[in-house]
């Protein structure tokens, strides 16, 4: 049946080797993708979507997968180094700034400023917000 729903929705489908068992069901006018849904949730299964493909398996399973790949991206972060950047800021003061930028800086990250030269000094994860904000990096 999830094979049926996978070809209407013009999806490639990989079912894990835990995905097993019947299911009956009578649908019309159904969206396919509901139908997906309400067919994986008889069986406790869920599914994952990259691209044309639906990986197919346990919830609990897939709920640890997600779990390790949200330490693995912390475990990233931590790691990174700590990337410099200073930018001039014209027509503001960089002092009024200041709450902004900070608010968008991740855990390691802390911004200063330079007011005789109206600059904010921001040091964060190479790929954090407050880094992609304000643009390019300096040596």
């Known amino acids: 049946m999830l094979r049926l729903v996978a070809e209407v929705g013009q999806k490639n489908l990989v079912l894990g080797d835990d995905v097993a068992g019947r299911v009956t069901a009578h ?6 993708r ?6 994986l949730r008889t ?6 979507e990259d691209g ?8 609990a399973k897939l709920d640890k997968e997600a779990l390790r790949a949200l330490e693995r991206r912390a475990d990233d972060e931590r790691r990174s180094p700590l990337v410099t950047r200073v930018v001039p800021v014209s027509w503001a003061r960089a002092s009024e700034l200041l709450p902004l930028v900070r608010g968008l800086l991740g855990p390691r990250g802390t911004a200063t400023i330079d007011e005789r ?7 964060d994860v190479g790929d954090g917000a407050a880094a992609a904000l304000v643009g390019p990096t300096t040596p």
Do not use: E, H
């Open 52 to 59: 044309d493909v639906l990986w197919v398996a346990p919830q």
């Open 43 to 48: 069986k406790d299964l869920g599914y994952v």
């Open 27 to 32: 649908l019309r006018r159904v969206a396919w």
């Open 117 to 123: 030269t109206n600059t904010l000094i921001i040091r």
């Open 34 to 39: 509901d139908a997906f849904v309400v067919l």
